[in-house]
């Protein structure tokens, strides 16, 4: 893997962090289809409808529950183990995220604040912070999640963390897109497992809790910054709005844009989103001086992919990162253009 496509894995990394599943709903673009919570639940069945239901439920349940939980987060051959805490005290929301292999890296969220806490100053120079797993889920835009997905309820419930657990299975309509699995708490609907699978069945990337407790005794202290920690700010300001100056030639079902107008970043690099509502494929162009191949890279469900094209006289870098499989950052990036 190139240093560029590094850096863009690292750049989506941190966007997971700092753009919140909220910014989908703030940030809609004016073409995506507008289908009210009614709507969506008429045309869906009855089971999809129930479905739906319970993972409008899920995405309240990260900001309304107290808890403190351990996970596992698994992909290829990689696993890890994450402790997670949260609570909202005096109308103030906390977070807290700990790597509990390694290096001791831990997330800290106070409200919109994010903040990477390091054992020491070294720790920053040399590895990527530990990403919120649960962002992407934090809200569901419900129209595009029917158009690119079978929804089902499973009939059966299982056990996950001691806990009896609803499974909703979102089936892809097409093969841009993997399949995906929630199994959430029956008592709170709180997400217990999740998982990433590929068209032939294989398992890409899992997120289940070994041990959780939505009654714990936390205070304010849990979420300070232990002494002689090295604490780092996630993104000082927001990136700027610039004018979009580009466009798909072609979009799977269900994808969209969710900025009207594109980010820019450094190094005149901007960047757009897309997404079908659960998936999202981050887009960077940025101008080159080499003409390059494409050339692809993933680990667990994210690829990453990128190549140069000309546009007169002026050759642009293309980097994709996104949820999804290998041949649709491809052909995403054979119908990417210039407005006209």
Known sequence: ??????????????????????????????????????????????????????????????????????????????????????????GVEYESLIDLDGDK????????????????????????????????????????????????????????????????????????????????????????????????????ERIQFTSVSFSPDLKREDFVPKKGTYTEPVFESEHRQIKNLWQFDWLPEGFSLVWPEARALNHGTSMLLLSDGMATVSVFVEPAMKAKGMSVFYTGATMAGEQTFKVKDQMYLLTMVGEVPQATIEKLMTVFMPRH
């Open 1 to 90: 893997m190139t240093f560029t496509l590094w850096f863009r894995c690292c750049v989506v990394l941190l966007s997971s962090l700092l753009f919140s599943a909220s910014v989908f709903a703030d940030d809609i673009t004016t073409d995506r289809v507008a289908v009210t919570k009614k709507t969506v639940h008429e045309v869906a069945t009855h089971s999809s409808s129930q479905a739906l239901i319970l993972l409008e439920n899920m995405t309240q349940s990260f900001a309304a529950l107290k808890y403190d939980g351990v996970f596992v987060h698994s992909e290829a051959t990689n696993m890890n183990s994450m402790r997670v805490r949260h609570d909202v005290m005096n």
């Open 105 to 204: 890296v831990e997330v800290l969220r106070i409200d919109d604040t994010i903040i990477c806490v390091y054992p020491d100053a070294s720790f920053a120079t040399h590895r990527a912070p530990v990403a919120l797993p649960f962002e992407r889920f934090k809200e569901f835009e419900l129209d595009q999640l029917l158009q690119g997905y079978e929804i089902k309820l499973s009939d059966s419930n299982t056990r996950i963390a001691g806990r009896d657990a609803l499974r909703i299975t979102l089936i892809p309509k097409d093969t841009y897109r993997y399949g995906h699995e929630f199994f959430i708490d029956a008592e709170n609907h709180f997400l217990l497992k999740h998982d990433v699978i590929k068209a032939d069945g294989k398992l890409l």
